[in-house]
Each structure stands twice: as C-alpha cells, then as structure tokens.
T-cell receptor, first 113, second 110 residues
Framework: DGGITQSPKYLFRKEGQNVTLSCEQN?????MYWYRQDPGQGLRLIYY???????QKGDIAEGYSVSREKKESFPLTVTSAQKNPTAFYLCATATALSTDTQYFGPGTRLTVL | GQQLNQSPQSMFIQEGEDVSMNCTSS?????WLWYKQDPGEGPVLLIALYKAGELTSNGRLTAQFGITRKDSFLNISASIPSDVGIYFC??????????FGTGTSLTVIP
C-alpha cells in the first residue's frame, strides 16, 4: 500500500519537552517537506529536503530540527525553543522532476500542555 | 514568508449551485496549485497551473492562472455534498518553496 505515513495522529507533550514527529514514505520520492498549519491560516514551510543527507530551512525553521538519513524518512523534532508548538503538522513528498506536485500525509496534531 | 489572500473566506451554498473562489498575491508566480483539505486530513492536489492564462479542468472543477500571474481562480460546477472542505491555493517560483493561501471554507447544504 503506497503512500505517506505520519504517526501518531494525535500527540500530547508537556511544555519544555522535545518531541519528534514521524514521516515515512514508500513512494520513492526524492523530496520531502514539513509544513505547519494553524487555524485560519495557510500552510507554512518549516524545512524541506531534496536529497538524502541534505535539507534546507523554510520560512519558520526556528525551534525545529530535521534529519534525512534515509530516502524514506524525514523526522521533524519540535524543540523546547519553539514558542508556540501546538499546531497541525503536515509532511509532503514530491519527485525530483516534479517538485511542484506535492503529496501530503494525513498530518499529526501536536498539543503542548 | 508571504501568504496569499483567498476570498471568500467561507461560503454556504445549496447543492447544485456553482462556486467561484479566487486567490491573489502581491508577487508573481510561475506555478499555481489548488488543494482541497478535509477536516483533520492532509490537503489533496486538485489542479496544477503552469502558464499565465491557462485554463485547466478536473471533472467539475476548473481553475485559471491569471494573466497578471498574481492571481488564480477556482470554479466548481453543480456542487455536491462531498465538495465540503477547505480549498487552498498555493503559488511558487522555485518549485520547492510554496506559499499557501488562507483557505476558503465551503459548506454545501443538501
């Protein structure tokens, strides 16, 4: 079954704790992206990676970190430095030749208490 | 980063009616995309536009890439209940960095 998996669907953490969100894909796509979505706003790009072992900051990278050790995986860590971490986080993928066509995962809703 | 302005912010329509929404930007883009998002799910790509003036259809959906390259339009004909959701536009020049609109929430009344 091909697609993008984000787990868990809902995540709760205490303030001050780091938390890592998972994104796995078996589409063999080269590029992967992390977006943040807040109520009433559009998606904002956190980080993206076009190839393994390389990634670039998006518009709101502060307080977040990523790694891309494998093509299939692009985990996002929300650190304690992120001031407003509660949000809906979306992972997306795209092929190298068609990065304008991004496919989204189901998302993880993170709530920091 | 910039955000695109979408209007209307929300729409309540009767089943069978046509829907029009638009998206504007202060910057020009080379690519415009339209997505639909159901509550608690990731957005699904509906239509991609690559050329100013381009008109592209996907079933009952038709989208246009504005001539000025600063806007795009989405029309849905003969709406049905499953059209309910939030519609987002997105623009890009690089193919990696996309800027998303604030969304148009569509409610279809049976």
């Amino acid at each position: 079954d091909g697609g993008i998996t984000q787990s868990p669907k809902y995540l709760f953490r205490k303030e001050g704790q780091n938390v890592t969100l998972s994104c796995e894909q078996n589409l063999n796509h080269d590029a992967m992206y992390w977006y943040r979505q807040d109520p009433g706003q559009g998606l904002r790009l956190i980080y993206y990676s076009q190839i393994v072992n390389d990634f670039q900051k998006g518009d709101i990278a502060e307080g977040y970190s990523v790694s891309r050790e494998k093509k299939e995986s692009f985990p996002l860590t929300v650190t304690s430095a992120q001031k407003n971490p509660t949000a809906f986080y979306l992972c997306a993928t795209a092929t190298a030749l068609s990065t304008d066509t991004q496919y989204f995962g189901p998302g993880t809703r993170l709530t920091v208490l | 980063g910039q955000q695109l302005n979408q209007s209307p912010q929300s729409m309540f329509i009767q089943e069978g009616e046509d829907v029009s929404m638009n998206c504007t930007s202060s910057s020009i883009f080379n690519t415009w995309l339209w997505y639909k998002q159901d509550p608690g799910e990731g957005p699904v790509l509906l239509i991609a536009l690559y050329k100013a003036g381009e008109l592209t259809s996907n079933g009952r959906l038709t989208a246009q890439f504005g001539i000025t390259r600063k806007d795009s339009f989405l029309n849905i004909s003969a709406s049905i209940p499953s059209d309910v959701g939030i519609y987002f536009c997105a623009g890009s020049n690089t193919g990696n960095q996309f800027y998303f609109g604030t969304g148009t929430s569509l409610t279809v009344i049976p």
